[in-house]
């Protein structure tokens, strides 16, 4: 999947723009942002923690929501997207985010239903919203196409998505039937500001590309194979990362002959589950997020490297 030239031989190189008109942001925020809001993050999580106060509850979300999406869409600003400017940045970020965990909630919850592939409806929906997303936010900027764009503000959308839907998942991992589980909101917060870098945002920065690098001069989008072909790949690759429990429960069934039940593959659930069976498990479902991951960089770094504006960014 990690063809360097997928979109044709790289045009000529281009010079780059200066910044358009607008809000810039001084070099280096995204370091400022990533130190003083895990500060903050820490503070008001001691602070809640202490007492008790449950009206910081939205605070503590936000922050360690968003807290690692903003700073990886930042940092692609800072080195890569400058001449593309804040504006277009932020309302990527924001309502291209917005939309999508929107329009994901609504086909989802008509269109799935448990099964063995509800994981591949998930990735096919989800990334498609992304996209359709990133074309609404577009629709008045027929000027911005090529490779690197659709890398960096594709990553935008993606990273908005996740902490809009990272908020939604602390949100339910905090209220319970007992009350408020402040260790099972930290604890969802962290996990998922350490995996943020190898979801979302990467899978639509890959799908972003395939679109804006042929985005025809007139603003027009061009649905060719290679853009359905990475369509299909990320889709896949979210797919993958979605169902990595119940594929490391099926692999376990496979290797220890246990004869799981089949419905356990699809919930992801392992009843009373022995040592060994818990080491495998283990085993099986961190090296298959690593291996998705893995494949998503490599693809990423691949398109980054054949298009000769990337290279030139300062």
Not at 19 to 43: A, D, H
Request: hydrophobic share 50%; net charge positive; proline share 7%.
């Amino acid at each position: 999947m990690t063809h360097p030239q997928p979109f044709g031989t790289p045009r000529a190189r281009i010079p780059r723009q200066p910044p358009p008109p607008g809000p810039q942001i001084r070099p280096g925020l995204w370091k400022r942002c990533l130190w003083g809001g895990l500060t903050l993050w820490v503070l008001t999580a001691v602070v809640t923690y202490a007492t008790k106060n449950t009206t910081l509850l939205p605070t503590l979300i936000m922050l360690g929501s968003f807290l690692v999406p903003a700073t990886f869409v930042l940092w692609a600003y800072e080195r890569h997207g400058r001449d593309l400017g804040a504006n277009l940045i932020l309302g990527c970020f924001l309502i291209g985010g917005i939309l999508g965990v929107l329009g994901a909630s609504v086909m989802e919850y008509y269109l799935l239903h448990p099964s063995l592939w509800m994981f591949v409806g998930v990735g096919l929906i989800e990334e498609a919203v992304k996209l359709l997303a990133l074309m609404y936010v577009l629709h008045r900027h027929p000027h911005i196409h090529g490779l690197r764009a659709g890398l960096v503000l594709g990553a935008t959308v993606g990273f908005g998505f996740a902490a809009f839907e990272s908020a939604g998942y602390a949100f339910n991992a905090a209220v319970t039937m007992k009350g408020i589980d402040l260790r099972s909101l930290l604890e969802t917060e962290v996990l998922r500001g350490l995996l943020a870098p190898f979801g979302h945002g990467l899978w639509t920065a890959i799908a972003g590309a395939a679109l804006l690098a042929l985005r025809r001069p007139n603003g027009r989008y061009r649905f060719t194979l290679p853009v359905l072909l990475t369509y299909a790949g990320v889709s896949l690759l979210h797919a993958l990362w979605d169902s990595m429990h119940g594929i490391a429960i099926w692999l376990v069934s496979r290797v220890l002959g246990t004869g799981l039940d089949r419905t356990l593959f699809a919930e992801g659930y392992m009843p009373d589950p022995t040592p060994t069976q818990e080491h495998l498990f283990t085993a099986f479902s961190v090296g298959g997020l690593a291996l998705v991951s893995l494949v998503g960089l490599a693809w990423a770094r691949a398109l980054a490297r054949s298009d000769p504006s990337w290279k030139n960014t300062p």
